[in-house]
């Protein structure tokens, strides 16, 4: 079946530190890649939305300066949590799909474990 | 009110025993999802499906679309499908219930 591969599956930094999240789709071109966010308990609730070539959709309440989103090509896209902050410890993960119309299912990565001293 | 709603929440159960989750959803769907989340986060999707019934192994999932309901059922439970099982509706942007804890004992 379709492989996600997302990296690194754990960080742990200090504050103020930027940290990027790759995501990658192995034998297949994503279209469309989703980025969310899991807090402890809690849904996944999408962060944003990027179709390969253009500007990522962000979420309400999501703010797209500290999360930027960069899906240049069709097998790689990119969640760089900039000047992260305790608060954005949180567990990520991305999903990548083969269309934009959403008739295909979506692959997930196995996520990031993000942790912020 | 939540757009998805699973449950239960949490099951523990005998290996060998027969599971049902259950999912309803208020919204308007084109596609649903069962999803399987392990401790470490990792998440496999199950099955997508947007009518009748889908079987893959010893998991069956069906769907009703005028009750707007779904059960994710699992046969001869094992203690290797430990694990939270998320409901998801939607296509494009897809909205995720809490999921369902369970817990199979062997």
């Known amino acids: 079946g379709a492989v996600v591969s997302q990296h690194p599956s754990r960080v742990i930094c200090k504050s103020g530190t930027s940290v990027k999240i790759e995501c990658r789709s192995l034998d297949f071109q994503a279209t469309t890649m989703f980025w969310y966010r899991q807090f402890p308990k809690q849904s996944l609730m999408l962060m944003a939305t990027?179709?390969?070539?253009?500007?990522?959709?962000?979420e309400q309440g999501v703010e797209k300066d500290k999360f930027l989103i960069n899906h240049a090509s069709l097998t790689l896209s990119t969640l760089t949590v900039t000047s992260a902050h305790p608060e954005d410890s949180s567990f990520y993960i991305c999903s990548a799909r083969g269309d934009r119309g959403g008739n295909q299912p979506q692959h997930f990565g196995d996520g990031t474990r993000l942790s912020i001293l | 009110k939540n757009e998805v709603e699973q449950s239960p929440q949490n099951l523990t159960a005998q290996e060998g025993e027969f599971i049902t989750i259950n999912c309803s959803y208020s919204?308007?769907?084109?596609?649903l999802h069962w999803l399987q989340q392990h401790p470490g986060g990792g998440i496999v999707s199950l099955f997508m499906?947007?009518?009748g019934k889908k079987k893959h192994g010893r998991l069956i999932a069906t769907i009703n679309i005028q009750e707007k309901h779904s059960s994710l059922h699992i046969t001869a439970s094992h203690p290797r499908d430990s694990a939270v099982y998320i409901c998801?509706?939607?296509?494009?942007?897809?909205?995720f219930g809490k999921g369902t804890r369970l817990h199979i004992l062997p």
């Open positions: 499906l947007s009518s």
């Open positions: 919204v308007g769907i084109s596609a």
């Open positions: 990027s179709n390969e070539g253009s500007k990522a959709t962000y």
């Open positions: 998801a509706v939607g296509a494009h942007k897809i909205i």
